[in-house]
């Protein structure tokens, strides 16, 4: 039994060290601690003995004894009001990764719980990854896996990267630059995400600050001379304010407030301004009894000072997605000055400072905004899970990551009135996929405001969104590049995979019968015990994957078959023919059609197996196919289904006399002929007596195109036409 430290003691190592931890004093920790039972903290001095222990003799780049730094976090958990379990694992979070304690000696002496947090923010430093990135993004996607199932993983894991941050002076100019970066992309726009407003911003400025360390202490210096000159502005502006507001009986506690340095530095990026033109770097708070007084305030202060246009924003009838709520307003303030105001009540007030951290600190409140953030945190924790399923890798998992954590919101209403929040520059497409999987898969167009729109319509708040749906429609690849949320993105890409290894595997399939036909073997033949032996030393899973690997080229079929009949040596070459593979047109993603030569039914064809993409096929004359480095191992004999009945596009080119009225008379004849005119533009020529038009058409065979042809030959003015092969 290890022997507990006793109150005191433990309260002495909270103590910082430095000037690089400021925070209270061992009183004002005590008082913080009083919100723990006794058995709690006692359960904490014993989680801090085993921690002091394993880090004995461990140092951290300051020098300063590496204990220092989880009792650093469990400070600031302990601020938070966190429980006890938090608080343990917070003492014991580098405990599994730094040292041989394992995480079933923690579980053990702590509790499952304790070990299941202490795991979920360690890294994953027992694989060996191919590059950093890798290793990067797999760790966070552990995290905010863990995240997902224990929120308290991630108020870990930002309580130890504020510390860090705040005693990153120590460490190498190059791994500064490297901790900042990962926290202004990943740490700070999730505190901001789960409403740890104050969090995010100390993240922001000490991320501005290590990564452009000039550029922070010029703002810095500029800020406070700012602060001489217009103090004396801002405290009448207050005055005023707070007399206003009397006037109209509004109880309020009136506070200004400066802009963070990084605030700041984006809007003079934004805005593209110098910071002698960023005049708003003054706000004011005002804290009110009731949601009647917010709007009661508001209307006091637009009768004191004008409002800007377009700079008022209800955030109390529509909570962000972070659960915030208040009421924004600028106003033209005296000398031009704008003055930003922010009108909120108490308990909103608790929320915007604390977020999700909120449901621990103010726990013995009546609950009502607490709850409303809890909820809209455990909605977006299962839209990572959601993620998670469909994500094919890391790298991919933490891009979907990224894309959600943007800071601004759009917010848009059902038909039936529901709100939606969408972060900015979301289109129709995101909204299909925020109220339903299958709504977005199946969209086939959208009305905004009762109006048909584009899918690729950016969408704005207060937008009303209608989507129209198609039982037989699909996912467009065409989607991926104007969706903004993680969500649309991963269900796109996720559905447009499984469809592509279906075709995949269908192609894969008759490359595989038609090379074991070749060996005078029976398709038919193969059952189990043949997959069950290809399978053993083989990294394929299942006998869909195999044929999917096939499809697209990363396999060989003929090394399949083989390895399917246990044939060790390869046949002699030319001893058996391969009987060629039909071609419908509509395999879909398996199999596509050269641009180089563009192949209609009735040319004779060869199809290429490229890797990644399947077969890829060309006429017999295209210029893509060079005999000198033909490999025949790499081409494969197809042919094309007597059956087929869709359209293929044809290049044409067009020479005709220089007449009015000619390009009508050209597309009324395609349009008799059954056909369609898909793309046209003119050349010009050297004699303005003619014009050459060069056209996309779309045929179903040769003969269509023929016919389509000689209908075109009917027109006086055409002197030659032609079926144009397009150049690589």
């Not at 979070?93 to 719980?113: Q, R, S």
């Not at 469909?390 to 998992?397: I, M, R």
């Not at 890409?493 to 269908?506: D, G, I, N, V």
């Amino acid at each position: 039994m290890i022997p507990a430290l006793g109150l005191q003691k433990i309260i002495g190592a909270f103590k910082p060290s430095g000037t690089s931890l400021p925070g209270p004093g061992s009183e004002e920790l005590t008082k913080a601690l009083r919100y723990l039972k006794p058995k709690d903290i006692e359960a904490i001095e014993k989680a801090y003995e085993v921690a002091r222990q394993a880090h004995s003799g461990q140092y951290r780049h300051s020098g300063e004894p590496y204990i220092t730094h989880p009792l650093a976090v469990a400070k600031i958990l302990a601020e938070w009001h966190l429980d006890a379990q938090a608080l343990m694992a917070a003492l014991l979070h580098d405990v599994v990764e730094d040292t041989p304690t394992t995480k079933a000696e923690i579980a053990k002496t702590f509790g499952k719980a304790v070990a299941e947090l202490v795991d979920g923010v360690s890294k994953i430093d027992r694989i060996e990854f191919a590059t950093l990135q890798h290793a990067q993004a797999e760790n966070f996607r552990k995290m905010l896996l863990a995240m997902a199932r224990d929120v308290r993983v991630i108020l870990i894991k930002l309580a130890d990267r504020l510390h860090n941050m705040r005693t990153l002076e120590a460490v190498p100019p190059e791994k500064q630059e490297r901790i900042a970066r990962e926290t202004l992309d990943i740490y700070a726009p999730i505190a901001n995400r789960l409403g740890l407003i104050s969090l995010y911003y100390e993240l922001e400025d000490l991320g501005f600050h290590y990564l452009h360390p000039t550029r922070f202490r010029v703002l810095e210096k500029a800020l406070k001379k700012a602060r001489g000159n217009r103090r004396d502005a801002v405290g009448k502006i207050q005055d005023a304010i707070q007399a206003r507001l009397k006037e109209f009986k509004v109880q309020a506690q009136v506070t200004g407030r400066e802009k963070h340095i990084s605030s700041i530095y984006k809007k003079m990026q934004e805005k593209n301004i110098s910071f002698s033109e960023v005049f708003d770097i003054y706000g004011f708070r005002i804290i009110v009894p009731d949601v009647a007084s917010c709007y009661l305030a508001m209307g006091a202060l637009h009768t004191l000072y004008k409002p800007i246009p377009g700079k008022f924003k209800d955030y109390i009838a529509i909570p962000k997605a972070n659960g915030y709520q208040s009421l924004h307003t600028t106003l033209f303030g005296p000398f031009g000055m704008p003055i930003e105001i922010q009108i909120r009540t108490q308990d909103m007030h608790k929320v915007a400072e604390a977020g999700v951290a909120s449901h621990w600190i103010y726990k013995t409140g009546d609950g009502d905004d607490t709850k409303d953030v809890q909820l809209k945190t455990h909605q977006w924790l299962q839209s990572l899970l959601e993620i998670q399923s469909e994500s094919g890798d890391a790298l991919e998992f933490l891009e979907h990551i990224k894309v959600d954590l943007f800071p601004d919101e759009v917010y848009v209403f059902s038909p039936k009135g529901k709100i939606f929040a969408l972060p900015k520059g979301a289109t129709p497409i995101d909204f299909a996929y925020a109220v339903h999987t299958d709504v977005g898969n199946h969209c086939i167009g959208a009305k905004v405001d009762g109006e048909p729109v584009p899918l690729g319509t950016i969408l704005r708040n207060g937008n009303r969104v209608e989507i129209v749906t198609d039982p037989q429609a699909r996912p467009n690849p065409v989607w991926l590049s104007y969706v903004a949320t993680g969500k649309a993105r991963s269900h796109i890409r996720h559905y447009l995979k499984t469809m592509q290894l279906a075709e995949s595997a269908e192609v894969g399939e008759l490359l595989l019968v038609q090379a074991l036909r070749s060996l005078k073997a029976n398709p038919d033949e193969i059952g189990e015990a043949h997959w069950t032996r290809f399978f053993k030393g083989d990294a394929a899973k299942s006998r869909e994957e195999v044929l999917a690997d096939i499809g697209l080229g990363k396999r060989l079929a003929v090394v399949v078959a083989k390895k399917l009949l246990s044939i060790a040596e390869p046949s002699p070459e030319g001893e058996h023919r391969l009987d060629p593979i039909t071609i419908r047109g509509t395999e879909g993603l398996a199999v596509q059609f050269a641009q180089c030569c563009r192949p209609i039914p009735g040319d004779p064809i060869i199809a290429q197996i490229k890797k990644g993409q399947g077969l890829v096929v060309h006429t017999h004359d295209c210029p893509a196919i060079h005999p000198f480095h033909f490999d025949p191992e790499k081409w494969v004999e197809v042919q094309w289904d007597a059956s087929s009945d869709r359209f293929f596009d044809v290049n044409v080119r067009l020479i005709a006399q220089n007449h009015r009225g000619v390009l009508a008379r050209l597309a009324a004849e395609v349009s008799e002929a059954d056909s369609n005119i898909d793309h046209i533009e003119t050349e010009q020529r050297a004699s303005p007596a003619y014009t050459t038009v060069v056209f996309t058409i779309q045929v179903k065979n040769r003969m269509h195109l023929a016919h389509v042809f000689r209908r075109l030959r009917r027109i006086p003015e055409v002197v030659r036409i032609s079926r144009l092969k397009k150049k690589q």
